[in-house]
């Protein structure tokens, strides 16, 4: 079998390494447009201001892909076109002849192109997302004294402070009234823009450019309040767009962000046609809805699957939690999920905790962190994270496992890490909120306790709310797990509960007389226990009040079964079972499982209509 | 209401302070036997090299306590005796007096005490455990040429940097075969041995101490192999055992490990008395036994927990993953969870990936990095990691919450970190070895097919497999998932599945003639779903192999249900609905939940014994 690939980047030299592994047999070609074999794109700035050598950003020399890897490298080799239904694709190579490559597996990782701006440019102005573009930009930068970025993005602030490095005075112009947007909110940007500002970086935001236009060789750049800058050269770094003309001129669906719609096997909606990296649109698994990465780490990944599966294997991508991070002038910068600015785009509710510390103990010299998490107000589910200051890319890729295992706050509640004075602080930033403050609560709801519909109400509410989790209330940070439901009623009867380990507490209270007054005061039975390791079925008479803590909904499982015993004078029969499957937002596992209420009023809520739902697993033919 | 706590180190001090912020009104009395509020014992040899001051490891005034914390901390008081049923504890003050303390709660945290060395000692020996330990033993050191440390165990070889970093001559003598036997394996841990000879220190392994004497103000120490060593003092540390006298003489029960027996609760088997810290017994996440931590990071969290539940809320402790790190002579070291060794001893058969890499890309310059993860054979759960060179102790945080969280390696796989030139390679050796080989499999059973009851056996197994996860076979390390079962039969059927959305990919295969010849080979109805973030019900006939991937063990809930739509010539009706829950080794789910296989022999196989076992879940009354 043949497999093609499409763009010699991370993705698909990443794919056909990947690939090769997979399948000793397999003939593999690997084209890409550039010049040169890949080479580290993210270093291109560390090139740029000249901390490293071109040459040295090169992963391997041409040779070592025929010759260690057993795969046909072709540079300077550019697909113009092609029939899938053939299995062809056409090529331009580098002596201009018109080529063509017949293939069993495809797959396309041509990556991203820079943005254009959409003004009046006068003359050349700068990218910078190859190695070409460093290389033409290097050539100017050395031969100049002040440049002019547009964006103030993670490129071009690298890049700012390449030139920076280099000697130049840089200013950058940011249309958004802070810097690293996407990483970043504007609080902990603040910190960001003082220590660039502190290396003699000029940065204007909240403001647009209106035009870039050229005056004795000079740029002259006119931003949208009038005022202007003269400067030697204008690099262009607003973002990517995905590069996706071959894959459209070839019939492959893309998706409503520009990127190529892609299934989990990294498959597009030809069979056999794989696609990877920044042409690709990716899950985002903080938000579910689907992004360009733009992200080396994902491009890196997605390679592997496409690689794997387009040769026979079996691999499954299942979305990013959008890992961020840079270095600027040696401090860390990391960022992973969704920003506050971005949730609150997307109309996503969340809770947010805030932390100032230090890497190291007090007594010794350490460095100034922040961190701060972003937290699902109805679920408790972990959103996002942003960080400032030593240690911080590895909080983010804390927070990047607790994101693709869909851990809510409570997860990393009391979460051990490693401590050791020179190493450490006993408490990290990263779970330091959780046990410093009592202010952090999940909504809930309060209800009107007057009528025996209320009760129902908040009975199925009870069901609700371990279905949605929405109804969890932490009485205080302390308190180890939601509590999912407090619920009572003025009868007593049994409840069975089947929790797997993570229901980790159980406790029955009677109600404080006064509140609660209104329901006879009986005792209960009550089997506390641990309920962590063990399946426990409890029965609990005369029952008021009962609630039950969680460890984390993400793998909660409950079958409850009440049926009440006796009827008292308000008589009322409730008989219910459900399953209470995880909790997983996208996925709540319980419409599947027979989940409801059955009530038969008694004599004396003859007023009562009978609310009744009964779900059953569909049943097999 | 009064809470006293006993021991003001990290597990005592903890408690109070967090029992304050849950409790605002409970007056809370902090008695301790030292002289000093609480410091970081872990900064002592720091403190003993003189990098800190001994005042400067002192987290708090004592005068902070009452006044901002509203703690009366009570210093040079030790509990002596009590009674508790009386609800009192009898002290010994620092004016010789005896006090009595009456409590509401009690939490005992009266820490360890250095283990004593079996052999015949002459006068005066170190020891390292307290503040008032190190001040003597740098006086003596400062006074000093050469010194002899019995024990290479974490406080050991911290010692032993101290004291070179003071100028002296050290030998460390450790009776194992290497240092560092708790945290690292010998192969981790040869590579620190070089790193102290390299400093100067003298190690001297696998073998024990028979005698200390001493000569003319100096000491000689006798090996068991008869050579002998003078020097000017000797350190012993070679452990630490629970401080439990007082526990047991108030009647509070200890476990075999020689801790105080507590719940999740952080409660001993009395009411209202909490115990925390180095004097109880801790479950190791790993291992699922009950160890003596040790550990700063437990006896913090531990003493939140005891803190919360002893004033009224309500916080759970579940078990440590058991974190260790240290840094010597600027290397980073840190561990987490089981060793081989220790693996080893306790008969959990494990498979190791054990990966060399560098902390940044080959084109900067970066450290040497070592990662060693351990991974429970039967089930793919990870039981523990090593790392030397920079962001070890991170690694390990990342592997203590794969750990807390039950996870396998399969939840590392792909597992996207930060990346960035200057901060990390694109792929870390914590998640490397997955992507590097292809040589990490989990066991499978081999069956013998020639019966029909092979197949009743195997269809068990299918459950089987699911139930204890054993039948995990890994085709290739590039799989995403298990393999949860293959399992056919000769007639079709239906499957219906209703799988949460862990279960990332179900293929269905027709067998490749040959291997399968035996079975008529039929067509099969295939839905190929991307399981992910949704709820499926899948309709199979005519199968012929199934094989289930799924993410994660953890979080998987499976509900099967098969029924035979048509018997061919072989007759026979297989009914059967099982639903499959978490995997979590010590708490399979199923038992539970009605699971099992209904059989009723056709003619063709009247031979065949019904084999049939059916669980409902209990019924209620
Ligand atoms: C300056 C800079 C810094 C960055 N820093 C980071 C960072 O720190 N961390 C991080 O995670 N990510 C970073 N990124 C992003 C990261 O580099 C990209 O996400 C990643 O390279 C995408 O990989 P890819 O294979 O999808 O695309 P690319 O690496 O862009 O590769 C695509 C290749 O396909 C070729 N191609 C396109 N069309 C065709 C065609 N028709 N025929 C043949 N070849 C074609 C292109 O020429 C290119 O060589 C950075 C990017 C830049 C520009
Ligand atoms: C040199 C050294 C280095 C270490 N380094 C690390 C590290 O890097 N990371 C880490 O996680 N852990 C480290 N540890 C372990 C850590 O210090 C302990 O696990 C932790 O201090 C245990 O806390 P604790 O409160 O249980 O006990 P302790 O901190 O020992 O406190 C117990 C207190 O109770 C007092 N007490 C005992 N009996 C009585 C009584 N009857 N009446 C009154 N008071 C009493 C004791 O005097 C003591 O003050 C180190 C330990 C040492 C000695």
New binding site residues.
């Given amino acids: 079998m043949k497999l093609l690939v499409i763009g010699g980047g991370t993705a698909g030299t990443t794919a056909a390494l990947f690939a090769r592994k997979e399948n000793r047999e397999a003939e593999i070609v690997l084209a890409s447009r550039e010049k040169v074999p890949e080479y580290s794109k993210c270093a291109l700035p560390y090139a740029l201001s000249g901390e490293v050598d071109f040459q040295d950003i090169i992963y391997r020399e041409e040779e070592w892909y025929s010759r260690t890897a057993k795969v046909e490298l072709r540079l300077g080799w550019e697909a113009v076109g092609g029939d899938l239904e053939e299995r062809k694709i056409e090529f331009r190579t580098p002596n201009g002849k018109e080529r063509e490559e017949y293939f069993d597996s495809l797959i396309i990782a041509t990556g991203s192109k820079p943005k254009a701006l959409p003004i009046p440019i006068e003359g050349e102005v700068f990218y910078f997302n190859e190695m070409s573009h460093a290389e033409n930009l290097m050539r100017k930068a050395l031969a100049s004294d002040e440049a002019l970025i547009v964006g103030g993005g993670l490129i071009g602030i690298e890049v700012a402070e390449a030139l920076l490095n280099l000697g130049l005075g840089v200013t950058v112009v940011e249309l958004l009234p802070w810097i690293l947007p996407n990483l970043l909110d504007r609080d902990f940007s603040a910190t960001v823009e003082k220590w660039l500002e502190e290396e003699g970086l000029e940065i204007i935001k909240g403001i647009g450019v209106e035009s870039i236009s050229e005056d004795d060789g000079r740029k002259i750049v006119r931003l949208k309040n009038g005022e202007e800058r003269k400067v030697d050269f204008v690099v262009i770094s607003v973002g990517i767009s995905p590069e996706v003309s071959l894959a459209k001129s070839l019939g492959i669906e893309t998706g409503e962000t520009g990127g190529i719609s892609v299934d989990e096997y990294m498959k597009t909606n030809v069979e056999e046609v794989y696609a990877a990296g920044d042409c690709v649109e990716t899950l985002d698994l903080s938000s579910k809805r689907k992004v360009i990465s733009g992200s080396g780490s994902v491009a890196f990944r997605q390679g592997i699957v496409a690689g794997v599966n387009s040769v026979g294997g079996e691999a499954l991508y299942r979305g990013s939690p959008l890992t961020r991070c840079t270095s600027i002038f040696g401090k860390e910068i990391a960022s992973v999920g969704l920003t506050e600015f971005l949730a609150q785009t997307l109309g996503i509710k969340y809770v947010k905790q805030k932390v100032k510390g230090k890497n190291l103990p007090e007594y010794l010299p350490g460095d100034d962190v922040h961190f701060k998490l972003l937290v699902e107000k109805r679920t408790g589910r972990i959103i996002g994270a942003q960080g400032l200051g030593r240690g911080s890319s590895w909080r983010a890729n804390l927070i990047s496992l607790a994101i693709s295992k869909d851990m809510t706050v409570d997860d990393l509640f009391l979460l051990e890490t490693?401590?050791?004075?020179k190493?450490s602080e006993?408490y990290d930033v990263v779970t330091r909120k959780f046990l410093d403050t009592q202010t952090y609560y999940l909504p809930h709801y309060v209800f009107d306790k007057s009528s025996l519909l209320h009760h129902l109400f908040q009975y199925s509410l009870f069901f609700f709310s371990f279905y949605y989790g929405i109804r969890c209330r932490r009485q205080a940070v302390l308190q180890y797990g939601y509590h999912l439901a407090d619920f009572y009623i003025f009868d007593f009867f049994w409840i069975t509960l089947y929790a797997n380990r993570c229901l980790s507490s159980l406790r029955v209270r009677e109600s404080p007389i006064g509140v609660r007054a209104m329901y006879p005061c009986l005792s209960f039975i009550l089997e506390r226990t641990p309920w962590q390791n063990s399946i426990k079925c409890l029965h609990v008479r005369r029952l008021h009040s009962l609630s039950l803590s969680a460890s984390s909904f993400n793998d909660c499982i409950i079958l409850l079964t009440c049926t009440p015993l006796l009827s008292l004078g308000k008589s009322i029969h409730i008989s219910t079972s459900a399953l209470i499957g995880p909790m997983g937002i996208t996925n709540p596992f319980t419409p599947t499982f027979s989940m409801g209420i059955s009530l038969s009023g008694g004599s004396s809520c003859r007023s009562l209509s009978i609310w009744s739902k009964v779900m059953h697993p569909p049943s097999v033919a």
Same sequence: chains 1, 2.
């Fill in positions: 490693c401590y050791s004075p190493i006993v």
